[in-house]
């Protein structure tokens, strides 16, 4: 089967860079599967987990904020952070998460609220995969 | 004559000093090198976001947007001043600073946002205009730290209805050279590339958001690199002048120990005279 080329860009490095059979994108109207052949494409991703597939093998990334573009089979993904199962330290997670919900259920006025739901979503995706 | 302890402990202080400006030269070109290497690491992330900007706004759909509007000439501008932390470094401020009041005098009622501690202390107290300031952030440089001094000038940008945002920062060219670029930031102006694809892309959730997205994350990388760039033009900037200060003190102490080594031979000169005239009084 033909391979798709994946880049993961980071702002601070080039993160993945390799030859998949099919990836899956939490992309912000839901997930979907790349594979060989995919159309021109540009779609922006939610927080979520990131799967890429070689020769029945998948590797699992928790992936927050960016963008996906796929053009003649290369697979461009910029995202501000993108982690292994392995890397995610899971009390800070917890701790994240239990910050987030506190700040969201406070009557405070002046909390942007955008911005603790959204650490709120990506300590979740993280515990999420972290206990799989 | 100076006294000959005096010159001693002239000297003594003046090794120190050059100790530690050489010292200080080592620690920058450290620093200077990581910085270089975090510039290089953003180039990928920044070209890509700016092609896929730059191939949406050729297909153009909609320049009224707000975030890739064209200035009017109308509204408020800012300037945003992006200094050091600290001194130590030159003339890097003072010309920054310098280039920042002339930019002022032509457009009094900008508004100002100071980056760095060293314009914020002096636009505190020469000018009403400062309506932000990030101070320290250079000793912990991070993405995520940017990106929120990003997100706060994107707001302001957005529910103040300014005109236009100016940047007045120095670029890295080399460790002796920092070019001055006064840049417009906001609304963006993406680069030109030759990488544009004339591919016809399916736009998800819809062109409208993945613009302003795309907007916004390009002014993040654009705030990273911008921090970065100031950064390593900073270290640059130390490197040569802690540099030539510590070639001036080891001149100096040259010509001290040329000085102590002629009084001290004056000294027993006249010593040796003292004697010798002594003797022969007894002599006689």
């Keep these: 089967m033909s391979k798709i080329h994946i880049t993961v860009i980071q702002p601070t490095q080039i993160r993945i860079d390799g030859e998949y059979d099919h990836i899956i994108v939490p992309g912000v109207d839901g997930d979907f599967g790349i594979y060989f052949d995919h159309t021109p494409f540009i779609t922006k991703i939610r ?41 995610i330290d899971a009390a800070r997670a917890k701790a994240s998460k239990e910050r987030a919900e506190k700040r969201l259920k406070s009557s405070e006025e002046n909390i942007n609220f955008r911005r603790a739901e959204a650490s709120l979503k990506k300590a979740l995706v993280r515990l999420e995969l972290n206990s799989k | 004559m100076a006294n000959l302890r005096e010159i001693k402990t002239r000297i003594e202080s003046i090794k120190s000093t050059k100790q530690i400006t050489n010292a200080m030269k080592m620690v920058a070109a450290s620093k200077l090198r990581k910085t270089q290497d975090n510039i290089i690491n953003a180039r990928p ?60 005098e032509k457009n009094p009622d900008a508004d100002l946002i100071c980056i760095g501690k060293k314009g914020y202390d002096y636009f505190r107290k020469h000018s009403t205009n400062v309506t932000e300031n990030y101070i320290n952030l250079f000793n912990e440089m991070d993405f995520s730290i940017s990106t929120e001094v990003a997100e706060k000038i994107l707001s302001l940008f957005l529910d103040e209805n300014y005109d236009k945002i100016d940047v007045i920062y120095n670029e890295f060219k080399s460790a002796i050279q920092q070019d001055i670029i006064v840049k417009q930031l906001l609304p963006i102006v993406p680069i030109e590339s030759d990488e544009i694809s004339k591919l016809d892309y399916v736009y998800e959730p819809d062109e409208e958001t993945i613009i302003y997205e795309l907007g916004k994350k390009y002014i993040h990388v654009d705030i990273w690199r911008i921090m970065l760039e100031s950064s390593a033009a900073e270290q640059g900037a130390r490197m040569t002048a802690m540099d030539s200060a510590t070639e001036n003190a080891a001149e100096l102490i040259d010509k001290l120990v040329l000085h102590y080594n002629r009084a001290r031979q004056a000294a027993i000169t006249t010593e040796i005279i003292e004697i010798a005239s002594g003797a022969e009084a007894i002599q006689q």
């Excluded at chain 1, 928790?62 to 003649?72: K, L, M, S």
């Design chain 1, 47 to 87: 927080t979520g987990v990131l799967q890429l597939f070689q020769n029945d093998k998948s590797e699992e990334y928790a992936i927050h904020d960016g963008f996906v573009t796929v053009e003649n089979n290369i697979v461009k993904i910029v995202c501000d952070t993108i982690e292994k199962k392995d890397e």
């Design chain 2, 45 to 104: 992330y920044a070209d890509h976001v700016n092609n896929m900007l730059r191939t949406l706004k050729n297909k153009n759909i909609s320049t009224d947007h707000p975030l890739l509007a064209e200035v009017t000439g109308k509204g408020k501008t800012v300037y945003i001043v992006v200094t050091s932390d600290r001194g130590l470094c030159g003339s890097f401020n003072t010309h920054i600073i310098k280039k920042a009041i002339i930019h002022l």
